[in-house]
């Protein structure tokens, strides 16, 4: 299995029904290849050092989730989308010493990653 962030990048067009399940391990697929991308999300890495572009992650359910930055020891953050309705979004953001904040859909704030998953999984 390749490193997440030693995958090649994917900029081939892609619909929301065309995105992955599960975590793709042999490349990234780009925001910017996301034909129904948000602002919100091509915007997502700009304030952050770098201003990396968001790669695809998987899905949470409904949830589309991306992440800008790397995954651990730096700032990221994590944007998700329900796939029926694109303007339903959050994000999270992941600080270089493993705090997080954001908001899930139960409106409640999560300073972990793993807190707003389970947001994520348990909302409808």
């Known amino acids: 299995m390749t490193r997440y962030n030693e995958r090649p990048d994917d900029e081939t067009p892609i619909n929301t029904g065309e995105l992955?399940?599960?975590?793709?391990?042999?490349?990234?697929i780009k925001a910017t290849a996301w034909i129904e991308a948000p602002a919100s999300l091509l915007e997502l890495g700009n304030d952050l050092p770098g201003q990396p572009v968001a790669d695809y992650k998987r899905r949470i359910g409904p949830w589309l989730l991306w992440r800008s930055?790397?995954?651990?020891?730096a700032d990221a953050r994590y944007w998700v989308a329900h796939a029926d309705n694109l303007n339903r979004s959050f994000t999270l953001r992941l600080h270089p010493d493993g705090s997080a904040d954001g908001v899930g859909p139960s409106g409640v704030r999560h300073a972990r990653f793993r807190a707003w998953k389970e947001d994520l999984r348990d909302s409808e």
């Open 69 to 73: 930055g790397p995954a651990k020891g």
């Open 20 to 28: 992955p399940p599960t975590p793709t391990r042999d490349r990234n």
